[in-house]
């Protein structure tokens, strides 16, 4: 139920991970009129990479609540609690199923204004992403050169394409790079899960230490995303600090977790193979190299810098090359944009909201293209994965029939996560190992 009109926007966001709560969150509050006081309730979504206190104080992104729910759940608390504005930040078949048990919640009442994205680069399942988020009022698209590719791929199907609106990452910001500071500093933005095998992680982790080594005169940092034992929006098997065990590093390589944004304050030069840090370092002017060492590849996602000035080697890097970024591919991403656009970047967005508010009590109501009749060999089994029947009714002994987590369950909620985890990092990659005897 969209909350009155008189009061301040009352926006939720619900988030799987770590950097999709930052990105929700920090979404909302540029979602918000400029000069309104905003009330953001925030749900995480539970599952294997629910952020642990240590990551989303990382984030930096606050809320006036934070509570952990599943997906009945927090369909319960939208039936209950009035907001203007609903944020999905979640993996493509989580907005899918939330959109369907939204849909079921609210019927043909009023309700507020639903809105979901990408958390950064869309480099993979471009298509399968696209058509799950299909049935938000807005999905935005974080530069002008995805707007075009979204709505590409709503008009392919014949599905409406209006709902697809123009933003930019909402965490870009900070200082712009002012020129070398001592000592000069590299940082290696890690990932999560690109590459994948052992051995391109250790190849990297080889150059980067190398690389130490060859410039004694520089601080070079090993950028990590999370602690062994914290997943974030992909798991990681093979965490760098596993790899860095019982090698002696050079005295000028240091691991350092954080905020992104303050790594990037003390960096003149941003490596990495296709991380969204690679953007946050390109609007801030920073020196940026994308590598090409394991080749590029859709499935590296440093495909997506083709046309950017900024695909190098460590061989070159080694050797003092500094990236050029190109201007014209700054500025379609959306990025170190010159004219001052990226502070207007999210006006048109909060222009269909507002005029999606003053309209409230008429809002159709959601109408994903995904549907029984157009996907019925694959809604289903989406939606049964939060507990949801075809109709996006929640199924008869999910949570939201059955009462609060009482702090023992609680408590076992939380070991069985760790054990899963473990069994992710530790046990699955002996067993696929032994496999392959």
Known sequence: MPASATKSPRIAVLADSDTRWKWGALTARRLAPAAAGIRLDGYLLRGRATPTPRQLAETGATADSLREVTGAEFLRAMTGESYDIVVLALVGGGVQAMLHGLKHAWGS???PVVVTGYVGVVYEKL??????????????ANSAQDADRFRAVYEGVGAAADAVTEVALPFLGGAAYAGERGPYTV??????S???????????????????RRHPEREVLLKLRSKPGEHTTHIEELPYQKLVRGRELPANLRLVYGHMGEVLDRTDLLVTVSSTAALESLHRRIPT??????GVREA?????????????????????HRPEPDPAWLARQGVAA???????AFDAARARIAALLERSGALPPLAPYYTPETAPGYLPGILARHHLGPDGAPLPGSPATRAEAGPVRQIVRRAARGAYRHGVQRVAP????????
């Open 300 to 320: 590296l996602g440093n495909h997506h810098f083709l046309g950017s000035g900024c695909l190098t080697s460590w061989d070159r890097l080694d050797a003092g």
């Open 187 to 192: 940082t290696f933005a890690a990932q999560p």
């Open 194 to 212: 690109v590459p994948e095998s052992r051995a391109d992680r250790t190849y990297l982790l080889d150059r980067l230490i190398g690389h130490a």
């Open 430 to 437: 002996v067993i696929r190992r032994m496999g392959e005897l």
């Open 338 to 344: 010159g004219d001052g656009s990226y502070a207007t």
């Open 127 to 140: 298509a399968d992403g696209l058509l799950l988020r299909h049935g938000a009022d807005l999905v935005l």
């Open 109 to 111: 009442g009023p309700r």
């Open 289 to 294: 190299a994308v590598l090409t060492d394991l």
